[in-house]
């Protein structure tokens, strides 16, 4: 749900660049400071989990018009440092698709880890109380609210606003990329402004506001169902895997 879609060549270069270089060093940390046994021991439950994600970030939901992340999934079953690799990675496929532009990798990985972050954190803190379902359920609500704002924060910075609503997520909906002398862009023109776009936004009878409202607590939902769902799946067939949440430090 906190996927950025906007094409390369609307966020200001210092704004990518940073968070570009941001997430390398963030790599770089983690690669040094690894468990290197763990890594040997959670590599398939990291494939698993960022191909769930790639999945889920992939297809739009059939009810509702967003993607889900399942973040926080990855967060639980592989740890922050793990699932900001596997977010990484996943982010780098998803721009190689056009899924989002190339120079939105750094941004992506880091709204989006901060979900890993934040869910794992959470739910590790409840679990040690042995509340894995609402802790779970918790852990996926607070942590998508974080990563929703910190899209929309970074969305807002480009001016076009409307790029955040549920029914634009980052395709062709009458925008026009205007090229300079030097052929580069300059300008992201809308055919619509912000409220013009917010009023086509239709879910179910609604309109505007009451519609994003609607198609964010549905999407929220889901999330939470979805990644609750797996983890109780986990815990039947895997229980240590979840129980070890507990114990485990940030890894």
Not at 27 to 37: A, G, H, P, S
Request: proline residues 3%.
């Amino acid at each position: 749900m906190s996927h950025i879609h906007i094409p390369d060549g609307i966020l200001n270069y210092n704004l990518w660049i940073g968070a570009l270089l941001i997430t390398f060093a963030i790599l770089f940390i983690i690669l040094r400071t690894i468990n290197k046994d763990e890594v040997m021991h959670k590599i398939p439950y990291t494939g698993v989990a960022a191909a769930i994600m790639l999945l889920g970030m992939s297809v739009p939901l059939v009810i509702v018009p967003v993607h889900l992340s399942l973040a926080v999934l990855t967060g639980i079953l592989v740890g922050p440092k793990l699932g900001f690799i596997a977010v990484f990675i996943v982010n780098v496929i998803l721009a190689l698709f056009g899924h989002g532009g190339i120079t939105l990798i750094g941004l992506n990985t880091l709204i989006i880890g901060s979900e890993v972050l934040i869910g794992y954190s959470i739910f590790k803190l409840l679990a040690k109380k042995g509340r894995y379902i609402m802790g779970t359920m918790v852990a996926t609500v607070v942590a998508v609210i974080i990563s929703m704002s910190l899209m929309v924060g970074v969305v807002a910075t480009t001016g076009h606003l409307s790029e955040a609503l549920p029914h634009s997520c980052g395709h062709d909906h009458g925008e026009e990329q205007i090229l300079d002398e030097s052929n580069e862009v300059n300008v992201y023109d809308h055919h619509h402004d912000f409220h013009e776009e917010l009023e086509d936004v239709h879910y179910l009878a609604f309109t505007g506001w009451t519609a994003v409202g609607l198609i964010f607590a549905a999407g929220l939902l889901l999330e939470s169902i979805g990644t609750t769902l797996i983890v109780k799946y986990f815990m039947k067939v895997r229980p240590g895997l979840i129980s070890a949440v507990e114990t485990q430090q940030n890894t």
